[in-house]
């Protein structure tokens, strides 16, 4: 991890590409630490996904360097190297990843694991994606209007959702969450956490479109970056 490391006992990992990292990845970290009373959001760019064989479009330098750009000064932001890539070259494992870091951790600390909504209708192809809730709980910033029946029908098979209506989570920052419980086959149990409406749809590799098509005027929807990303991404000309 960078300096900040993990400050506090409620901890959450938010892995992805950041290809590049946008102001969508930001809304869903700030709700998150808001609803579920968060020490730290762990930004972390992802090494080599398993699931993108072609590899991300910038490479993991550039999209480190613009993550702490995009994070820089946000109270509660951190970036973590946990899924930078690995030193024999395999993919990165989100649930190796989240039990190494909880090994890290201090004693008495809570890891939680993040996602967009993009990433959780893709769990079930996951590797080893039925023991990820149970390593670390799920976030999900689903879309808005996104319905129970739409969760249950992403989640990997053995594991389901307890109980119709989601009970309540007491939240002073008027971020709304609800709670449900998510159980497997042997038993276990785990909260499973929903961020109804957060995610924003904002597209990456859209983006990367725009960046494209600029070429060096890079009059892309500035409105989807941080301008620390969008001053980067010109220096380095990446995306053209």
């Known amino acids: 991890m960078d300096q900040a490391g993990a400050q506090g006992r409620r901890i959450a990992f938010f892995g ?3 290809d590049p990292p946008h102001l969508g990845h930001l809304a869903v970290a700030r709700a998150a630490r808001e609803a579920l009373a968060l020490d730290t959001v762990l930004f972390a760019p992802v090494g080599a996904q398993p699931l993108k064989p072609l590899g991300s479009c910038a490479g993991f330098e550039d999209r480190l360097a613009m993550t ?20 024999d070259g395999r993919p990165n494992y989100t649930l190796e990843t989240l039990v190494a870091l909880r090994d890290e951790l201090p004693t008495g600390s809570r890891l939680f694991c993040l996602m967009g909504a993009d990433s959780f209708v893709g769990l079930r192809s ?6 990820i809730p149970f390593a670390a709980p799920l976030i999900v910033a689903s879309r808005p209007g996104q319905q129970l029946d739409d969760l249950r029908a992403a989640l990997p098979a053995g594991l389901w959702l307890e ?21 497997n086959q042997a038993g276990d149990a785990a909260p499973f956490y929903l961020l109804p409406g957060v995610n924003v749809e904002i597209s990456a590799s859209e983006i990367r479109e725009q960046v494209g098509a ?6 892309l929807g500035h409105e989807l970056l941080p301008d620390s990303v969008t001053a980067y991404i010109r220096s380095q000309g990446l995306y053209q």
């Open 16 to 18: 992805g590409s950041f």
């Open 68 to 87: 702490r750009l995009a994070i820089a000064g946000v109270h509660g932001f951190a970036v973590s190297l946990a899924d930078a890539p690995k030193p």
């Open 126 to 131: 996951w590797h080893r994606s039925t023991e």
């Open 163 to 183: 109980g119709a209506s989601p009970g309540a989570v007491p939240c002073s920052s008027g971020v709304e969450v609800r709670c449900w419980q998510l159980r």
């Open 214 to 219: 600029a070429r060096s005027s890079l009059a």
